[in-house]
DNA sequence: GTCAAATAATTCGTACACCAATAATTGGTA
DNA sequence: TACCAATTATTGGTGTACGAATTATTTGAC
């Protein structure tokens, strides 16, 4: 299926792998919000809680790599179904803490993942060497496109987790 | 929070690496529309009609991987700019076709990568063999993500097939 | 020739996902 | 004390992205 004939189509081949990759996610989640009346955000989310024990909405934003606005979003859904409890700090009255519900919790030990488990399953029958070159193919691609904007995305794991750092905007980078 | 001694952590560093290279497109799509008026989807569509000529709203679904119901959106943002122009076939009268304005093909002419620059550029950097081992490694990994549910048929619980999988996120660390 | 199935585009509703701006607090400092 | 900067959560606005349902039109079967 590969035609190496082809000269440098490789970016684009690239780019059309990423869009499909992206797409395929998508689909997946809406599969399995048909499943578990949850989204894979969501269920990422209340997986992050339900391990973590009660936390702060911006430590689930940090945990699960999401803006703490799309953060929100996701926690009044996962509250309207009664899977996740808000609760104004005592302490420091700015702080919401998050808590999952008894039925959350019930939830997640029932769930199926929250990537497609044939994805985890087949990546798990390659040869060992395969997922190696897969892993790292991947981790290289997340260097080379973060290379650029280092503080757009908060990535980068060891240590405790990333936090972006907002400022700094200059204007120009390129383009 | 991955801990490197853990053995299979592959599945994870996968679905991890996967994470990020969607945000990071999703935050480079941002950039992109700081910059050049569009954002990448609506590149990526402009660049498959100006490269294919006018063709139909179903074409340029197909030729870049989106639903029918997604590209609607995209080509009213880009015709609102007046970089697309949507024309009824005299022919078949259910189909329109979309065509780019001179505006859209001087825009495609001088608008920057729908892929990170740097992903780009830095790809071409490397080794050619290592090109082709990162594009291989991306295809492969859309292969094992589709090839399960090409076509599940409906047949337990309620309602059609799910499906899911949305473009955000996708469950990182653990779970 | 006349319907029914198929096809094309669109609309509607849901859910992300982000940034910018805002409100409410807190902590530090003049 | 009064004020100001930082932190936390939220709101508002834009733009994907999808499936289901709708409308218009064409094609196919009879």
């Known amino acids: 299926m590969l035609d190496p004939s082809v000269p440098n189509a490789l970016d684009l ?3 059309t792998a ?44 940090r945990e699960v790599f999401l803006s703490p606005s799309t953060i929100v979003g996701i926690l009044d859904r996962l ?14 009255r700015r ?5 999952a519900t008894p039925l959350g ?4 030990a029932r769930a199926p993942s929250p990537i497609q488990d044939v994805l985890k399953r087949r990546l798990q029958e390659l040869p060992l060497r395969e997922q190696e070159d897969i ?8 260097e080379l ?3 650029d904007h280092v503080e757009a995305a908060p990535i980068l794991e060891l ?7 907002t400022q700094e905007d200059k204007g120009p980078q390129e383009f």
Not at 79 to 92: A, F, N, T
Not at 159 to 165: C, D, F, N, R
Request: charged share 25%.
């Open 13 to 15: 081949r690239v780019l």
């Open 18 to 61: 990423l869009r499909k990759i992206i797409r395929s996610v998508d689909l997946y989640s809406r599969e399995l919000k048909n499943k578990s009346e949850v989204t894979a955000p969501q269920l990422i989310c209340l997986l992050a809680i339900v391990r973590n024990g009660p936390m702060s909405a911006t430590s689930v934003s």
């Open 79 to 92: 509250e309207i179904k009664g899977l996740v409890k808000r609760e104004r700090s005592q302490k420091d």
């Open 95 to 99: 702080i919401v803490m998050v808590s």
């Open 105 to 108: 919790t019930t939830l997640v």
């Open 135 to 142: 892993s790292r193919s991947l981790e290289r691609v997340v």
């Open 145 to 147: 496109m973060e290379a």
């Open 159 to 165: 240590g405790p987790i990333p936090q972006k750092t």
